[in-house]
Every structure is written in C-alpha cells, then in structure tokens.
C-alpha cells in the first residue's frame, strides 16, 4: 500500500489550485456573466490550476512511500 506524506501547505496549495481550476473551467462553461469577462476570469483561474500541476506533482511524488511488507 502506497501513502503519501504531504506538509500541511502543500496539501493547502494543491487544494486551492484544484479549485482554481474547477471555479475556472466552472466559468468557461457557465453563460451568468459577460462573455469577454467570463473568459479572461476563466482562463487565468485554469492557468493558475495547470501552472501549478507540474510543482504539486513532484511534491506529491517525493511525498510517496511505500509500506515494507
């Protein structure tokens, strides 16, 4: 079985870029606000989430350690 060991902060930051990311593809899709606004609020909140995949990932993967059986 695999845990994954993560610091309070970086639980924190992969939780808020997923949101970001969730709240912007939630924009692009939706039709309440101005199209123009509605796109450039929805595509930095998905940039946001993408940009910062690469670093999470690696946190996440030195994070992993594997119970000796």
Same mark, same amino acid.
């Given at each position: 079985?695999?845990?994954? =060991?993560?610091? =309070?902060?970086t639980?924190?930051? *992969?939780?808020?870029?997923?949101? *970001?990311?969730?709240?912007?593809?939630?924009?692009?899709?939706?039709?309440? $606000?101005?199209? /123009? #606004?509605?796109? #450039? $609020?929805?595509?930095?909140? +998905?940039?946001?989430?993408?940009? /910062?995949t690469?670093?999470?990932? #690696?946190? +996440?993967?030195?994070? $992993?350690?594997?119970?000796? #059986?």
């Open positions: 079985m695999r845990k994954v =060991l993560l610091n =309070l902060p639980f924190g930051l *992969a939780v808020a870029t997923r949101a *970001a990311l969730a709240a912007g593809v939630g924009l692009l899709v939706a039709e309440r $606000i101005e199209p /123009s #606004r509605r796109r #450039r $609020i929805g595509t930095g909140l +998905v940039a946001i989430g993408v940009l /910062s690469i670093p999470l990932a #690696r946190a +996440v993967l030195r994070g $992993i350690h594997r119970d000796a #059986r």
